[in-house]
């Protein structure tokens, strides 16, 4: 375990928040690191944190068991926020300034899950992982595994004919131009405008 500074500051829909704030009273904590490309349309946002992210629907398992689960996003609050209204998503959502990445961050990159327990007012970081280690957020991929065809990504041992369409490389999360999740949000009549809003 390595402790982590309890004041670490976030912003959240309130405002500035400490990281055991975030806990909201639990024990634990799942943070997914969100990566974000400021200024970039919703069509550029990244595939693969979309993908892991749009599973997150129901919190309350984990709530039961004194677990919170939260995304931190490397973008500004209000620019990501939009992004995640524009999804649907409900889960809390917080932004990390730039003068929290060392701390939270520690020389990885985003992309990454976190795993947090609270003793008191002391937090420390249990657990993290990136890439196919993000893979227990996706449960469409453990379906997936299951059907007769797979991934059906290309590095796969399928046999001759098979279907094969998919890299490893974010290709598999994209469709048409844009994260395939987004697809369901802009039929739906969504705006995926993420420019500043105009006030009322």
Same mark, same amino acid.
């Given at each position: 375990?390595?402790?982590?500074?309890?004041?670490?500051?976030?912003?959240?829909?309130?405002?500035?928040?400490?990281?055991?704030?975030?806990?909201?009273?639990?024990?634990? !904590?799942?943070?997914?690191?969100?990566? *974000?490309?400021?200024?970039?349309?919703?069509?550029?946002?990244?595939?693969?944190?979309?993908?892991?992210?749009?599973?997150?629907? +129901?919190?309350?398992?984990?709530?039961?068991?004194?677990?919170?689960?939260?995304?931190?996003?490397?973008?500004?609050?209000?620019?990501?926020?939009?992004?995640?209204?524009?999804?649907?998503?409900? &889960?809390?959502?917080?932004?990390?300034?730039? +003068?929290?990445?060392?701390?939270?961050?520690?020389?990885?990159?985003?992309?990454? !899950?976190?795993?947090? !327990?609270?003793?008191?007012?002391?937090?420390?970081?249990?657990?993290?992982?990136?890439?196919?280690?993000?893979?227990? &957020?996706?449960?469409?991929?453990?379906?997936?595994? &299951?059907?007769?065809?797979?991934?059906?990504?290309?590095?796969?041992?399928?046999?001759?004919?098979?279907?094969?369409? *998919?890299?490893?490389?974010?290709?598999?999360?994209?469709?048409?131009?844009?994260?395939?999740?987004?697809?369901?949000?802009?039929?739906?009549?969504?705006?995926?405008?993420?420019?500043?809003?105009?006030? !009322?």
């Amino acid at each position: 375990m390595v402790e982590v500074d309890p004041a670490t500051r976030l912003i959240g829909s309130d405002g500035p928040v400490s990281l055991v704030d975030v806990f909201d009273g639990r024990s634990q !904590l799942i943070a997914y690191f969100q990566m *974000w490309h400021t200024g970039k349309p919703a069509a550029e946002q990244c595939e693969g944190c979309t993908f892991s992210t749009a599973h997150m629907g +129901e919190l309350s398992y984990l709530h039961s068991r004194d677990v919170t689960y939260a995304t931190f996003s490397e973008g500004a609050y209000e620019e990501s926020s939009r992004y995640r209204d524009f999804m649907g998503w409900t &889960m809390p959502w917080y932004s990390v300034p730039r +003068e929290s990445v060392a701390e939270l961050v520690a020389d990885r990159h985003f992309g990454i !899950l976190v795993s947090y !327990l609270r003793d008191g007012d002391r937090v420390f970081e249990t657990y993290w992982t990136t890439g196919r280690g993000n893979e227990p &957020m996706a449960p469409s991929y453990g379906l997936l595994d &299951m059907t007769v065809y797979g991934r059906q990504e290309y590095w796969e041992d399928s046999p001759e004919g098979w279907p094969q369409r *998919w890299g490893s490389r974010g290709g598999q999360f994209r469709l048409d131009g844009r994260p395939t999740a987004q697809w369901s949000r802009i039929e739906a009549g969504r705006d995926d405008d993420l420019g500043p809003r105009s006030e !009322l």
